[in-house]
């Protein structure tokens, strides 16, 4: 202890338990610009869930919850966006999305969690105005009862449950709705491309164009697919489903006569998804399509 002048300068007191600064602490107070990076970093994180909070919230806001039972009482969960203004006498293209197996369940907000917020976004909505159709594969269940991890399949003869109640739902929809069936398209990622290219060769004829992502399909049925605009999109680097399944299924139907599109991108995983929503040109081709052209 020191005293100068009657004032106690310092003093230790016995006993005390000293403060653990942990093995990272150095002892000495953070520079200014250290601590303003990780203030910093704390407010994009907290701005960017923020954000994050509300398109997810806006997207659920958007497309309208329905359930559909069918005359032997299945049913099935979808979320239907509807354009904002719908016009006496004019009709509307349809968009079915197909969601991947992380998304199934019965909650009926899952499927929203990736690519169908660029319908929602203000200007797309503006320039494309259109029904997307976003159903809910039950848990336990798939698009198509394939082998994910097969290097090829066969189609099975008849579709999967989930996938005859989606035929179901658009059936209905064009009876009840204003939708151009000239302009059906079809989209989805992962166990939803799978979905895309089972649907494609049992309905060639139904859909005007159609955007298979991270999926594969029965290489045998290329030639039902040589007339049907199709853009493919996979990454080099999925250990999900090998890219050789979208690489293979395009190189058959080009063998069969047709010109579908390709987009596979170098260094991406399982996610193409988000690259592929990205694309510039991805809405104008797909609403650019109708069947006839």
């Known amino acids: 202890m020191r005293v100068i002048g009657g004032v106690v300068l310092d003093e230790t007191v016995k006993n005390e338990t000293p403060f653990n600064r942990g093995s990272h602490a150095t002892g000495r107070f953070l520079a200014p610009a250290a601590a303003f990076a990780i203030v910093w970093n704390y407010f994009v994180a907290g701005w960017i869930a923020m954000h994050l909070s509300v398109a997810a919230a806006a997207v659920e806001d958007d497309f309208q919850p329905h359930v559909y039972r069918n005359a032997e009482q299945r049913e099935l969960n979808y979320r239907l966006l509807v354009p904002r203004e719908l016009k006496p006498g004019e009709k509307y293209p349809l968009v079915l999305f197909l969601h991947g197996a992380g998304e199934r369940g019965s909650d009926n907000k899952a499927q929203l969690k990736h690519v169908v917020s660029i319908f929602v976004d203000p200007e797309n909505r503006r320039r494309y105005p259109c029904f ?3 159903p809910q594969c039950p848990s336990g269940e798939k698009w198509v009862d394939v082998n994910w991890f097969s290097k090829t399949h066969e189609t099975p003869e008849n579709p999967a449950a989930p996938m005859a109640l989606v035929l179901e739902v658009i059936e209905q929809l064009c009876k009840d709705q204003p939708i151009d069936t000239r302009r059906l398209y079809v989209m989805g990622l992962s166990m ?6 089972d649907l494609l060769v049992r309905k060639p004829e139904m859909f005007a164009a159609a955007v298979p992502i991270c999926g594969g399909g029965d290489e045998t ?3 039902k697919l040589v007339g049907l605009p199709i853009w493919c999109f996979h990454g080099d680097k999925d250990t999900a489903v090998p890219v050789a399944r979208s690489r293979n299924m395009i190189e058959a ?6 010109a579908p599109k390709y987009t596979e991108y170098p260094g991406v995983g399982h996610d193409s998804w988000t690259p592929a929503t990205k694309e510039a040109e991805l809405l104008p081709w797909l609403f650019g399509q109708k069947r006839g052209n």
């Open 221 to 223: 049925k290329a030639d």
């Open 192 to 197: 939803g491309g799978y979905g895309t290219w």
């Open 132 to 134: 997307v159709l976003a």
């Open 253 to 258: 139907i080009k063998k069969a006569g047709g």
